[in-house]
Structures are given as structure tokens and as C-alpha cells.
């Protein structure tokens, strides 16, 4: 079983930035790509990046292409979203999310983190 808990959420103000962290443990980490995802209300969770467990990293949303950087730390077991340049439109719930490399999808969850753009 892996357990993924986020942190680093928070209220900002547009153009700032915010950084979240995924740690993990029960596992062995460096197997698994993560993913952040996000949803905001009204709208369906979106897989926003990914970084695999070989480090191939894939932003999967255009609308953060450029803002948004996923880094991993195998070391720590941990993997962070640094998220700068935010707009009210970033605001949601971001999940962190583990696949195992033999499945390739996400099947383990975090708790989910709010953050929060104001304009």
C-alpha cells in the first residue's frame, strides 16, 4: 500500500507562487511515476504533469507549459509541483498520484491540497 500526503497549498495572490511537495512512503518509490492533478469546482480532475520513474517528464496541460515545474526527489521519496506566474484559474484541489510502472495509471491518491489565486 502507499500512502501520499501533499502539502504547500495556500492563498496567493495572481502572479505569485506557491510550491507543493508529495511524499510517500510504503514503498519503494523510484518505481512509480507521479503525476499532480488538480480540479476545480464544477470541473473534472485534470492531469496537469508527470514525471515517471524514468524522468521523463510530460506537462500534460498546455495552460501550465512554461509556469509550472514537477521535480522528484527519489532520495526522499517525495515529488514537487513548483508553481509560479499563478492566475485565478490555477485555482483548485491538487492531488498527487502514484502509478506503478507494471499498471501505468494512477491508482494511489493524496489527500488533496487547496491553493487558492486571487485576483
Same mark, same amino acid.
Given at each position: ?89 490555477? @485555482? ?20 488533496? @491540497?487547496?491553493? @487558492?489565486?486571487?485576483?
Amino acid at each position: 500500500q502507499v500512502q501520499l500526503v501533499e502539502s504547500g497549498g495556500g492563498s496567493v495572490q495572481a502572479g505569485g507562487s506557491l510550491r507543493l511537495s508529495c511524499a510517500a512512503s510504503g514503498t519503494t518509490f523510484s518505481s512509480y511515476s507521479m503525476g499532480w492533478f488538480r480540479q476545480a469546482p464544477g470541473k473534472e480532475r485534470e492531469l496537469i504533469a508527470q514525471i515517471r520513474w524514468n524522468g521523463i517528464i510530460t506537462y500534460n496541460a498546455s495552460s501550465v507549459k512554461g509556469r509550472f515545474i514537477i521535480s522528484r526527489d527519489n532520495a526522499k521519496s517525495t515529488v514537487a509541483l513548483q508553481m509560479n506566474s499563478l492566475k485565478p484559474e490555477d @485555482t483548485a484541489v491538487y492531488y498527487c498520484a502514484a502509478s506503478p510502472v507494471a499498471l501505468s495509471r494512477y491508482v494511489y491518491w493524496g489527500q488533496g @491540497t487547496q491553493v @487558492t489565486v486571487s485576483s
